[in-house]
């Protein structure tokens, strides 16, 4: 448990550190790397890939929506199916990023699974 709580940690700050200067994706590599790196299971990957990119998305998402850029999510809320609610917006859009991290971060726990060395039976040589 402890090891799932710091690289969810560990995604959250690699992942909003990045989507400072580089473009939204980058929480793709970000997760399958440190998911990789980590070696978690596969569950406890995509559960830290999805609370660590949703929460690196969904947390600045909420201030700026709080502090003024509200009516920019309520137009964009408008061009999308949502009936201009901009809450929707920010929540449907953490939760879009929180499953792109999550996939990432279980390919990379599965990347590590297949890269493993696979341990022999001392009987069979």
């Known amino acids: 448990m402890k090891s799932s709580a710091l690289l969810t940690l ?13 473009p939204w994706w980058c929480i793709v ?33 909420v201030w700026l929506n709080m502090h003024g850029v509200e009516r920019l999510a309520q137009r964009l809320a408008t061009l999308l199916p ?5 809450a929707l917006l920010v929540l449907l859009s953490g939760l879009i990023a929180g499953l792109v991290g999550g996939l990432a971060a279980l390919s990379g726990a599965w990347f590590r699974q297949v890269r493993a060395p696979k341990a022999t039976p001392v009987g069979t040589r």
Do not use: D, E, K, T
Not at 10 to 22: N, R
Not at 37 to 51: V, Y
């Open 29 to 61: 590599p970000i997760c399958f790397l440190l998911a990789a790196w980590r070696g978690a299971s596969g569950g406890l990957a995509f559960l830290a890939g999805l609370l660590g990119a949703g929460l690196s998305w969904w947390i600045p998402a």
């Open 82 to 86: 949502l009936g201009g609610n901009a």
């Open 10 to 22: 560990l995604m959250l700050i690699v992942c909003a550190l990045g989507q400072l200067l580089l």
